[in-house]
């Protein structure tokens, strides 16, 4: 198993591009989230799913979308990058089991000029 | 709102130290907590899982606790080594209508020096 892989692993962008993050995972978890960690801080959750065909926001989904067409994959995607949206993102998934364990991906480094 | 603190946030030991890492949470309703290791500019590793029935969970020379009355789970880790320096972050789980999302500490920094 590959687990939870993510592209690309960094980007550069311009105030106002856009671009969509990609999160895939092979181990068949129903649940899927969207984490963001800026420098020095913990992980902050921007959306979650808990099954294709639904999605809901986290803490912090502002300036976000996110759709979930298949078990396996979980794209964010970023509408009018702002400086603000500089962090590392995270993508996760687990399974719905009595100990609900994430897993993570590698990350996306992104910088927004 | 659950918060979740992290002391200290760095750490500097020397090698074959133990060491304890401390984690604090506001809301004891939690299914459970992991802990994690992240290695600078990678991803997320879990250490170890422990349910909120559970005491503790063992892993090698890592040893983590809770103690959710108190709000409170500790990462013991024994004969440190320089292999051990990354950043260790705790993260508490509500369970339920949650969806097994994560609050999470900022993460302690520990350094284990030869």
């Known amino acids: 198993n590959a687990g939870v892989t993510q592209t690309p692993k960094f980007r550069i962008l311009k105030i106002g591009q856009s671009m969509t993050l990609q999160c895939t995972q092979d181990m068949n978890h129903n649940y899927m989230y969207w984490y963001r960690q800026d420098p020095g801080m913990g992980l902050k959750l921007i959306y979650y799913?808990?099954?294709?065909?639904?999605?809901d926001k986290g803490e912090v989904p502002n300036g976000y979308n996110v759709s979930r067409s298949t078990t396996e994959d979980f794209p964010l995607r970023l509408e009018l990058a702002a400086p603000s949206q500089t962090s590392v993102y995270f993508c996760?998934?687990?399974?719905?089991?009595?100990?609900?364990?994430?897993?993570f991906g590698p990350g996306t480094r992104l910088t927004v000029l | 709102k659950q918060e979740v603190t992290q002391i200290p946030a760095a750490l500097s030991v020397p090698e074959g130290e133990n060491l304890v890492l401390n984690c604090s949470f506001t809301?004891?309703?939690?299914?459970?907590l992991q802990w994690f290791r992240q290695d600078p500019g990678k991803g997320l590793t879990s250490l170890l899982l422990?349910?909120?029935?559970?005491r503790e969970q063992t892993s090698g020379r890592l040893n983590a606790s809770l103690d959710k009355s108190s709000g409170r789970s500790t990462l013991y880790i024994a004969a440190s080594q320089p292999g051990d320096s990354a950043t260790y972050l705790c993260?508490?789980?509500?369970?339920?209508?949650?969806?097994?999302?994560?609050?999470f500490g900022q993460g302690t920094i520990l350094t284990v020096h030869p």
């Open positions: 809301d004891s309703a939690i299914y459970n």
């Open positions: 993260a508490v789980n509500a369970g339920g209508t949650s969806y097994g999302k994560l609050t």
């Open positions: 422990i349910q909120s029935s559970q």
């Open positions: 799913s808990v099954g294709a065909g639904i999605t």
């Open positions: 996760a998934s687990s399974y719905v089991s009595l100990y609900n364990e994430q897993f």
